[in-house]
């Protein structure tokens, strides 16, 4: 079946560590977002690329930066993880015929930091 | 700009209960909408769509109607079970280049007892 994968499905790193998440998907989806959720509380959208073009959104903190090095995999990269950052990142495709109004969703990454 | 208010949870209902969520939006254009459901621990599955006025979006007994004239999009199931325990997140996208962001209701949980 064709999805969107993350891992590791839960992280733990400690303050000021830099620290990776990783996304992959077999949906051949042209576009990657990048979320951040924190508890009870909606997505927020950090970025996104469409395809090679990185859009990032003015509120993201520089300390988050992101990497797609090809069409099916897209990076998360944390520079200096703060306690505030603790959260679950989800990462989202869209794309295809179905056209860039739906996304679809990965399981998540949930990172814990010490 | 773009907004989307559902009601606040937590929701309780009892197992055959009818629910109804309810969904309001404000948009600049014409909005697709959408219901995205989070199970404990996991990341966001897409529930039901509708892209417009007066389309009704269904799966696994739920379903939601497009309203245009009362911007609205509330979420029904006729029988709810415990397995339906979860988040439930509407959303608005609006088509067009360079439209990626979904703007999201803050989520109503349900919780469905035996």
């Known amino acids: 079946d064709a999805m969107v994968i993350q891992n590791p499905r839960y992280q733990v790193t400690q303050f000021g560590k830099p620290v990776t998440l990783s996304c992959s998907q077999t949906l051949n989806h042209n576009v990657m977002y990048w979320y951040q959720q924190k508890s009870s509380q909606a997505p927020k959208l950090l970025f996104h690329?469409?395809?090679?073009?990185?859009?990032n959104e003015a509120d993201t903190p520089d300390n988050f930066q992101s990497r797609r090095p090809n069409t099916s995999f897209c990076f998360l990269d944390i520079r200096s993880p703060g306690l505030g950052d603790a959260a679950m990142y989800l990462c989202?495709?869209?794309?295809?015929?179905?056209?860039?109004?739906?996304?679809?969703f990965g399981p998540g990454t949930r990172l814990l930091v010490l | 700009g773009n907004s989307v208010t559902q009601m606040e949870g937590p929701v309780t209902l009892s197992e055959e209960a009818f629910l109804t969520i309810n969904c309001t939006y404000t948009a600049t254009g014409y909005p697709s909408l959408f219901w995205y459901v989070q199970y404990p621990g996991e990341g966001l599955q897409l529930l039901l769509k509708a892209t417009k006025a007066d389309d009704k979006g269904s799966n696994k007994g739920f379903e939601a109607t497009y309203r245009k004239e009362t911007t609205s999009f509330h979420l029904e199931k006729g029988s709810v079970q415990v397995s339906d325990s979860a988040v439930y997140f509407c959303a608005l996208s609006l088509s067009g280049a360079g439209s990626y962001q979904l703007t999201f209701g803050k989520g109503t949980k349900l919780s469905v007892i035996p």
């Open positions: 989202a495709t869209s794309g295809g015929t179905g056209g860039h109004e739906t996304q679809y």
């Open positions: 690329y469409y395809d090679k073009d990185f859009n």
